[in-house]
């Protein structure tokens, strides 16, 4: 009786270690079948990524389309290069004032009138503390000659890169009515809408040719 008892355990054992391998076989066959679920996980990834690389892409659309319309019309262009060819051609012609003799505050003054319409206060200030008003009357005394734009060419800037200002290049020529040779002259504009017209707020051109000239001339 006691060697049977015995023996009933390892079988015991037996049936049991089977059953355990079994289990584990049966699990592992589980987790191969589950695998695949696994596999569709980037899928989902991907779809998040797409649908936050669309809602970044609507994003970027619509403040593409803010800056769009914060830009000038074509319209709009071509009145402020209007406004500057005007302004350009009334700085640059200069007529027989020139033959008064004039003092230089007097020079600064004039030049201050005519350009007033033109530009921004900080720009007047800017130009007639820097003398650069007065160039034009100071060419025309320099070359005893009346003068006047030749060749103006007014340009938008591409692409614009100052918000709600319109950024303009422009070349030309002064050109003289004695027949001395003309200078060319190159530069950049920005105009800021004010009211029903535009006004200058920055005009950086090729200034140090024409003060040389100046001073060539008088030394």
Not at 32 to 43: D, F, H, R, W
Not at 56 to 84: K, L, M, R, W
Not at 166 to 179: D, V
Request: aromatic share 6%.
């Amino acid at each position: 009786m006691t060697k049977v008892m015995k023996s009933r355990p390892s079988r015991v054992v037996v049936l049991g270690s089977i059953a355990l391998l079994l289990a584990m076989m049966t699990g592992c066959q589980q987790s191969n079948s589950a695998a695949p679920a696994t596999s569709e996980q980037p899928v989902t990834a991907t779809t998040q990524t797409t649908d936050n690389t669309s809602n970044n892409n609507t994003n970027s659309t619509s403040t593409s389309s803010t800056a769009d319309t914060a830009t000038f019309t074509e319209e709009q262009v071509e009145q402020g290069i209007q406004f500057a060819s005007k302004y350009k051609k009334d700085q640059y012609t200069v007529g027989e004032e020139y033959k008064q003799n004039t003092s230089p505050e007097e020079m600064i003054e004039l030049a201050m009138k005519k350009n007033e319409p033109y530009l921004t206060e900080t720009q007047l200030q800017s130009q007639t503390t820097s003398r650069l008003l007065t160039l034009p009357m100071q060419l025309a005394v320099t070359k005893q000659s009346t003068l006047s734009p030749q060749d103006l060419e007014i340009h938008k800037k591409e692409p614009q890169t100052k918000q709600g200002v319109l950024q303009l290049s422009y070349i030309m020529k002064i050109a003289f009515a004695n027949g001395e040779p003309s200078i060319p002259v190159e530069g950049e504009l920005q105009l800021q809408p004010s009211e029903d017209t535009w006004k200058v707020s920055y005009d950086r051109f090729n200034n140090k040719n024409l003060v040389n000239i100046i001073n060539f001339s008088k030394s």
